[in-house]
């Protein structure tokens, strides 16, 4: 299970945005790149982190859990 710190980048600017499409603006991808990387994340987990049916992406449990642990990782010390 090999993740990078820009997957979770990722993953946290789609959570943030609700689409692919706008995640990308906001990351500077395009929707494809994107696309990809939170597919290979998701690949290397073993689980969805998001639902895709909706009109807007949301996180599934999965993805609560694991981006929840990314804010409290990057937060700086002192400030939890």
Known sequence: MKIKLRQLDHALALSRHGSFRRAATATHLSQPALSRSIHAL?????????????????????GEALLQRQREFRQPPGLV
């Open 42 to 62: 998701e690949e290397s987990l073993g689980v969805m982190l998001f639902d895709r049916e909706a009109p807007e992406v949301a996180l599934t449990k999965f």
